[in-house]
């Protein structure tokens, strides 16, 4: 057509593109064919016009609703039309009475809203919009009106919506026709609650669709008489039976076979089931899951379906036994027998006799009539039988024909279940039926399949085309025009190809079925021999076995490779007897018995075959009804909203046959005019004519006659015009408005040209009256200028020194103002100091005076003690006294003078034993000073040793150097030579040399670095051991002052000791008076008596004279300067015990020793009163000793406290030990890096030679690597057997071997092998670097979620036991302390030894350098793996969590959408791997913490970012996804989770202050202290500010609250400040020494090592470890 229009320039036509279909255009030259047209953009194109189409300049911006009224319809005209209604949310358009729905992939809740269904309800068709409404009305109308049944067929590819639009036709039929409300589910609701059930067992995942429904469904909807539904039934056709089991890739065979592999565990037990991947029927295809679709789920609600269907839980176990019936079927292998016939089989293996077997208790067959079945054939001849052995090929044909046959009866069995559950009424006459098919499909890869599904669009395309040119009839007929020569192109030839008998494609491939030896490439000949002139037949140039079949909607190739199995489907009688013998049944009534003679022989039978007749069936259905079409397209691929793609649409539009009914109306007469519309838009060729004719249709003729057009009609209401002459009018319309367009703008020009004129004349005549005014106006305003000026400059002047001072006086009180705020805030600051300093100082002085108050509780209860006991031996003293008489004294006498005796005695042999005391306690003391001098010397060796260490190290770096500028120029020289050797690759050499250089250079630099940190650790050495004397001066200064302290205390004894003597004196005078005054009576009575009370007093002062001498000598001698504290004390006590025994025997002999005769009172008085004078002393002693004991806890503690900074200084001095080995290890390590450098850039000859050069500089390398070391011998030497012990391990170890018991079997294998090689022990060794590159590689993938926490398990695991089984070593046993701190230090020593190995005293071991180093190693492996997998977590959650703020699409707020559910997934995946891998669960808890803090961190400053967040709709949507977080938590149990909740607190504060209820009613208080406790006061106010919702009844809080929380905000704070928002503190990383501390279970499992080890000869020591 468009190569019969002439176009004119100036015209808008449509250009064809390849990438957008059609492009609109304004043509600017046009020669001939060729026509430069210039598109919107601005660019130029060259054109033919075979290519182009006319654009209708009118056309109506909002398109129209059917398309036959377009004045051009053609290609671009369709798609333009359909793009702007599709644009305003317009998804429906008419094509005459054909419905386009093009599917907006989003909701539009007024389409199908209630009142739109009764908006349709009895309208015509065509008053309202166009709709599926207005097409099942029509229907309805129809059904009630002529009483035929309708039939609305809805069609579409994949993803077109036909699903949906087919659900709105059964709810607006149900709306027309529903029950009432009382009688229960609707049949509309049954067919709908059908639809799972049916999608489980019918649909799959194909190219284009993940849920394409493989079978027509065809729904017929009964009515009785008064037009209410009485009755529905579903009739399915053309069940894709052939993919149950051949799958291509990447599609998916049906859904249930996956639900049922994904069933909770008993159910896969029960049907021995495991992942879908082992089966064949499934595992021919890579696609096994769906993205977002959970099989597991899909199972339980298929099951839910299947009980509201009404399939009872006997059923549905029966229909699951036959699904994993046909897995099994699947997995049945088969080979050669090993009869005598050449042909024969059997099962392959184990395996096959395994599935044999289970598919034989499914089906509750036997299992050996089963084999029988597949395996050999009975053919019946004249009266005999014959029992034929099938091969291998043919008995896997038998096995499949059988899968397929069950499942097609199980699925009719279910549809007709689903039938008897709804309900069908057979007294209906009338019914309208919805047909939901798949349409045409056209792949990279068609077979089988897609031939059947085009051959039945190639049916329903003819089906369709004669309805259309049907209607087409009727319109004309209708309008009374001639049509008879009309054109109309049928599809029929390319049904007779396919289906035509004999010579059809399907015949021939049924004549191939039956011959066992054909072939796909036969059959592919056999085709091309006979369709070779065939005009839709052709053969593609680059394959042997394709064909091309050229459809209506285009050519597609077909692959014959599958296209014989698919198409067999033999019914063997042994299947069926087998099935209907069955013990269940179920099975048993999908086979009912065979008639006798299909028992005896095979009769064949092809799905192709089977779904010609299905679809026969289905066409004399639809013939039955008056038809009505729905025509869904996809607008994309991408499956998004809002955009409309124009190649896909037009090829869908191709497929639907909607291009192809626009092509039946272009054959006849496409545009169609009304009369009054036509003369409106056409007056304008001839404006005379609508005044002299007398009616519209006559004013159409001659206008058309003016024109000079030929073979158009004029019908009663419209004007018939063929294609191409609505151009031609229109050319002609154009070029008669471009001439009036010419004739318009020379009037009007002439008259502006006119009318400028006058004007100026007149301008000019008031010009000069203006003029000669404006001279006189402009001095008389110069006057009036000048005036004004000097009174503006006056106020403007004024004003300016107003606004000066005003702003210098509000800048001086804003001063003011801050100055008095900070000097209050100051005071404010300096009053809350004081009152805690106060605080402070109160709890302190309480604190003392509590400890006063104690201790002199505690001296009052010993005092009055002490008071009371000498009171009770007064009275008892009293007592005695009184008692006694006279012959008692005597006697008394006597026994005092033995005592005497005693005492004296006792006396004497104290003094021996005092001066062995003596001589014992100086010898003590000069092995102290021994020990003393022992201690310097040590130490003064230690420090000889550090300086002399120092100084070989220093030595070491020298020669280091030097070894390296010997290296260095060795290099310079090699290169040289290389440079000789080498011209051709100069450039590459001096590359590769100045990376060497760079090389050195940071070598050196490194060597730098080293011996600056050395120097530092020297100089903190030193400083430290200079510290450790201080500490030691102290500590002698400290004893010096606390041995004069008791000296001084001693020298307070000798003196009360002195008085005490004084004092006996004394007393010896008074007694010699007393004798004296005596009277003479008793003289001589007396005398005697006196004289030998006077010289025992004398003997007892004496003694005392001789004891306090021995007191001040042993003061002198017991107590030197290195007298230990605990020695003095026990001394002194003894010593105060035995005065106290002394002085109390004093005190008896001295009332014993008064005779009868004496009774002077004031004698004994005096006596008494001097022996009291003796206690008291007495007790001053025992407060002083107490004083004494005082002084020496205070000592003891100083001393503690003294040890405790030794033990420090002494861990310093251990970690500089280890610095310095670390630093030798890295030294060790640049020179393995320098060697490979080395060979690196020399050749292999030059570093043959520069190896033997360097080989006698450094030390021979041992076995295994170890190297030698003069100091210490390794523990075991590893040899070449040891070596490849030492690869078999790492080979073993890098598999993954998985968990014994909760354990990881890798970690604990390899601890046993280096704690059975002894590796922790050896001095230098490199298995532990081999270990460390080993893991390394292992974490080159670090996406690899599952790999991270394998290896975290294992490191941890391994770090664990090496914390509890190595030991730092120590180098010597110190010596024997002697001095009081020197066995408090070993006392502290011992208890921390004791309790850092209570954990297994008998695997502890003491661990060398390599092996400390390798677990701090381990620890930051550990460290960085938990990091990977915690960024990766983060990583995976930012997105979620971004789009959490963004999806509020949903009506319902509280209800968590799709982010909150793909968060709890992400949550799930990652808690699984962690809890497979068996990770610790205090790092699980860890990782969970930083977690939950970083989403709190991002909800929370997405709330306090963005104001469209802070609403009250947002709160309930965040508040359901943390519900949903808190539910998760309670899942996961505390053991893995911990207290991860609590990290939520900020958003889940800022949650509940957004959906609070009357806001404006909350103070201050309850809004920080009950609502929001833990949020700021910039939090809070940015959430106040920004706090909105549309509706007006939730306002927020009140301005009080908003202003009260602004001044308490910090005056230093900018409005831009972000210091609201919370941050990212979730990047610390962990403390592996948790990993041991939180450990329960701290001893070593026994877990099995791997089976390869354990054969392996070298490592029969594991059995040890089982």
Not at 413 to 423: E, F, L, Q, Y
Not at 716 to 739: H, I, N, P, S, Y
Not at 1000 to 1006: F, H, N, S
Request: net charge negative; charged share 30%; hydrophobic share 35%.
């Amino acid at each position: 057509m468009a190569g019969q229009l002439s176009f004119v320039v100036g015209s808008h036509v449509w250009v064809e593109d390849p990438d957008l279909a059609w492009i609109d255009g304004e043509i600017q030259e046009s020669n001939n064919e060729e026509i430069t047209v210039m598109y919107e953009s601005g660019s130029k194109v060259v054109s033919k016009s075979a290519n182009m189409y006319p654009k209708d300049p009118e056309f109506p911006p909002n398109g129209v609703e059917d398309m036959t009224r377009l004045a051009y319809l053609h290609e671009p005209g369709v798609l333009q039309n359909l793009h702007l209604r599709y644009a305003m949310n317009e998804i429906y358009t008419y094509t005459g009475n054909i419905l386009i729905a093009v599917n907006p992939f989003q909701r539009l809740p007024h389409l199908s809203a209630t009142s739109t269904m009764a908006k349709y309800k009895g309208a015509a068709f065509g008053e309202q919009s166009p709709h599926p409404f207005a097409i099942a009305s029509s229907a309805y109308s129809k059904m009630i009106n002529e009483e035929t049944s309708q039939s609305i067929l809805v069609s579409g590819e994949s993803g077109a919506g036909k699903t949906e639009s087919t659900k709105m036709l059964m709810h607006y039929l149900a709306f027309l026709g529903g029950r009432a409300a009382t009688e229960g589910r609707s049949v509309e609701q049954q067919v709908l609650e059908s639809n799972p059930v049916l999608e489980a067992f019918g649909n799959a995942k194909t190219v284009r669709n993940n849920n394409s429904s493989r079978f027509g469904k065809f729904v017929e909807i009964q009515f009785d008489q008064k037009g209410r539904i009485s009755g529905a039934a579903i009739r399915t056709y053309l069940l894709e039976r052939s993919r149950v089991c051949q799958v291509s890739d990447p599609e998916r065979n049906y859904h249930c076979f996956y639900m049922l592999c994904a069933a909770p565990q008993e159910d896969v037990d029960k049907y021995k089931l495991g992942s879908p991947r082992t089966f064949h029927y499934l595992n021919q295809s890579n696609c096994i899951e769906l993205d977002g679709l959970d099989d597991s789920k899909e199972y339980l609600a298929t099951k839910r379906a299947m009980e509201v269907v009404g399939i009872n839980s006997d059923e549905q176990d029966a229909i699951f036994r036959i699904v994993a019936a046909v897995l099994h079927l699947g997995n049945i292998e088969f080979v050669k027998g090993e009869e005598d016939e050449t042909d024969s089989s059997k099962p392959k293996d184990e395996k096959s006799h395994f599935h044999l077997k289970i598919a034989a208790e499914l089906l509750m067959c036997d299992e050996q009539s089963l084999e029988d079945s597949f395996c050999k054939r009975v053919m019946v001849t004249r009266g005999d039988t014959i029992t034929k052995s099938l091969d291998p090929n043919a008995a896997t044909l038998s096995r499949d024909a059988l899968a397929k046959i069950v499942y097609s009866r199980l699925f009719d069995w279910i549809v007709d279940k689903t039938n008897n559950s709804i309900g069908q009424d057979p007294d209906s006459n009338n019914l309208i039926g919805v047909l939901d098919i798949y349409g045409f499909e056209s792949f990279k890869t068609n077979s089988f399949e897609q031939f059947c599904i085009n051959l039945t669009n190639e049916k329903l395309q003819q089906h369709f085309n004669q309805h259309v040119f049907k209607m087409e009839q009727e319109e004309y007929t209708k309008e009374e025009i001639d049509w008879s020569y009309i054109e109309f192109v049928d599809n029929q030839d390319v049904l007779d190809l396919i289906e035509k008998k004999p010579g059809g494609i399907i015949a021939l491939l049924d004549e191939a079925c039956m011959f066992p030896r054909s072939t796909h490439e036969t059959f592919a000949e056999k085709l091309y021999q006979t369709f070779k002139d065939n005009k839709r037949f052709s053969k593609p140039k680059l394959s042997r076995t394709d064909f091309t079949i050229n459809h209506y909607a285009g050519d597609v190739t077909y692959q014959t490779d599958f296209f014989l199995d698919k198409n067999k489907d033999y019914v063997v009688p042994e299947h069926a007897a087998l099935l209907s013998a069955s013990k269940c049944s179920f099975v048993s009534g999908l086979f009912p018995p065979l008639p006798e003679e299909t028992t005896k022989s095979t009769k064949f039978s092809s799905i192709a075959a089977q779904f010609k007749l299905q679809l026969q069936s289905l066409l004399e259905t639809l013939n039955a009804t008056e038809p009505h079409y729905i025509r869904c397209v996809k607008p994309n691929n991408l499956l998004k909203p809002g955009i409309f793609e124009n190649n896909n649409v037009l090829q869908q539009l191709r497929c639907g046959g909607v291009m192809e009914a626009i092509r039946i109306s272009c054959a006849g007469y496409p545009t169609r005019k009304n009369f009054d519309e036509f003369v409106q838009r056409f007056t304008i060729l001839e404006p005379k004519i609508l005044k002299a004719c007398p009616d519209e249709m006559t004013a159409c003729k001659r206008l058309l006659d003016r024109a000079n057009l030929k073979d158009y009609q004029i019908g009663k209401t419209k004007v018939f015009l063929r294609a191409g002459q609505m151009a031609e009018l229109d050319a002609c319309r154009a070029e008669v408005l471009g001439r009036s367009a010419n004739i318009i703008q020379r009037k009007i020009r002439t008259f502006i040209c006119r009318k400028h004129y006058i004007l100026l004349q007149l301008s000019a005549i008031e010009l000069q009256r203006v003029a000669r005014g404006h001279l006189a106006q402009h001095q008389y305003e110069c006057m009036r200028r000048e005036a004004a000026s000097l009174k503006i400059q006056k106020d403007f002047r004024m004003h300016m020194s107003r606004n000066a001072y005003k702003t210098i006086y509000a800048s001086a009180v804003y001063i003011q103002t801050g100055m008095r705020g900070m000097a209050a805030r100051n005071d404010l600051r300096f009053r809350k100091r004081t009152q805690a300093s106060i605080v402070i100082q109160d709890h302190y002085r309480g604190y003392s005076a509590r400890i006063y108050f104690q201790r002199l509780k505690k001296s009052a209860i010993a005092a009055q003690c002490s008071w009371r006991r000498t009171l009770a031996r007064r009275e008892l003293r009293k007592l005695k006294m009184a008692a006694k008489e006279s012959k008692a004294l005597e006697a008394a006498k006597n026994n005092l003078e033995m005592q005497v005796k005693e005492l004296t005695s006792c006396l004497e042999t104290e003094k021996r034993m005092r001066t062995q005391e003596n001589k014992k306690l100086q010898h003590a003391l000069q092995e102290m000073q021994l020990q003393l001098q022992e201690i310097e010397e040590a130490k003064k060796q230690e420090n000889e040793k550090l300086k002399h260490a120092l100084q070989e190290k220093e030595l070491q770096f020298q020669e280091i150097e030097e070894a390296n500028k010997q290296e260095n120029e060795k290099l310079q020289h090699a290169l040289q030579e290389k440079e000789l050797q080498f011209q051709e690759i100069e450039e590459a050499n001096k590359q590769e040399n100045e990376k060497l250089q760079h090389a050195l250079q940071e070598m050196e630099r490194q060597f730098q670095e080293i011996e600056e940190a050395k120097k530092q650790e020297n100089e903190k050495l030193k400083h430290a051991l200079q510290e450790k004397e201080l500490q030691f001066q102290e500590i002698e200064e400290a004893k010096k002052q606390e041995n004069e302290k008791l000296q001084l205390a001693l020298q307070e004894m000798e003196l009360q000791f002195q008085e005490t003597k004084a004092a006996l004196i004394q007393e010896r005078e008074a007694a010699k008076k007393v004798d004296e005054q005596t009277p003479t009576t008793q003289e001589n009575s007396v005398n005697v008596v006196d004289s030998e009370l006077i010289n025992k007093l004398t003997t007892e002062n004496e003694q005392l004279k001789e004891l306090v001498n021995s007191l001040e000598k042993k003061s002198i001698q017991e107590f030197p300067v290195n007298v230990t504290d605990n020695e003095l004390i026990n001394k002194l006590s003894s010593e105060n015990e035995h005065l106290k025994e002394l002085i109390n025997s004093l005190e008896k002999k001295t009332i014993q020793e008064f005779p009868v005769n004496v009774t002077d009172n004031e004698v004994s008085s005096k006596l008494i009163t001097e022996n009291e004078h003796l206690k008291d002393q007495v007790n001053s002693l025992e407060r002083k000793i107490d004083e004494a004991e005082r002084k020496y806890e205070e000592s003891n503690r100083v001393s503690d406290e003294r040890m405790n900074q030794i033990i420090e200084t002494e861990s310093k001095m251990i970690e500089i030990k280890t610095n310095v080995q670390r630093l030798e290890e890295k030294l060790s390590d640049m020179e393995t890096e320098n060697q490979v450098l080395r060979q690196q850039a020399l050749l292999s000859s030059s570093s043959r030679r520069m190896s033997g050069k360097l080989a006698p500089a450094t030390t021979p390398p041992l076995e295994n690597g170890h190297q030698a070391s003069q100091g210490s011998v390794p523990a075991k030497t590893f040899g070449a057997e040891d070596k490849e012990s030492v690869d078999a391990l790492f080979k073993c170890v890098t598999k993954d071997l998985g968990f014994s018991e909760g354990k990881p079997v890798a970690a604990f294998t390899l601890y046993n092998c280096l704690l059975h090689w002894k590796s922790f022990e050896a001095e230098k060794t490199s298995i532990f670097d081999h270990l460390i590159q080993l893991i390394g590689s292992e974490l080159e993938d670090p996406d690899n979620n599952a790999c991270m926490a394998y290896w975290l398990s294992n490191t941890s695991s391994l770090f664990f036991h090496l914390q509890q089984c190595l030991r730092v070593p120590t180098t010597r046993k110190p010596p024997t302390p002697t001095s009081f701190f020197g066995r408090m230090t070993q006392g502290f020593r011992s208890s921390n030894s004791l309790s850092s190995n209570a954990f297994d005293v008998e695997h502890q071991v003491d661990a060398k350098y390599p092996a400390l180093l390798f677990k701090q190693q381990l620890a930051a492996y550990v460290e960085k793996i938990y990091g990977i997998i915690r960024e990766s977590f983060k990583k995976d959650l930012s997105p979620l969590l971004s789009s959490c703020s963004k999806d509020k699409t949903s009506n319902d707020n509280s209800q968590p959408s799709g982010s909150w559910i793909s968060i709890i997934q992400c949550l799930n995946r990652y808690l699984k791997i962690l809890k497979e891998n068996y990770v610790p669960p205090v790092l699980v808890q860890k990782l969970f913490n930083q977690i939950f803090q970083y989403i709190n961190m991002e909800l929370f400053n997405s709330l306090l970012l963005h104001r469209e967040c802070c609403t009250s709709k947002n709160g309930e949507y965040i508040k359901s996804g943390l519900a949903e977080l808190e539910l998760w938590c309670t899942e996961a149990t505390e053991e893995y989770v911990g207290s991860s909740l609590d990290e939520l607190k900020h958003t889940k504060q800022a949650v509940r202050f957004l959906v609070a209820l009357q806001k404006d009613e909350l103070s201050y208080d309850d809004l920080t202290n009950d609502l929001c406790p833990v949020l700021s006061s910039q939090q809070l106010y940015r959430i106040c500010i920004l706090y909105s919702d549309d509706d007006d009844n939730k306002q927020s809080v009140s301005t009080d609250v908003t202003t009260r929380l602004k001044l308490l905000m910090t005056d230093d704070a900018d409005e831009d400040d972000k210091s609201f928002l919370l941050e990212d503190n979730t990047s610390h990383p962990i403390i592996v020494e948790e990993i041991s501390t939180s450990a329960l279970d701290k001893t070593i499992p026994k877990i099995k090592p791997p089976a390869e080890l354990l054969e392996n000869a070298n490592f029969q020591f594991l059995h040890d470890y089982c």
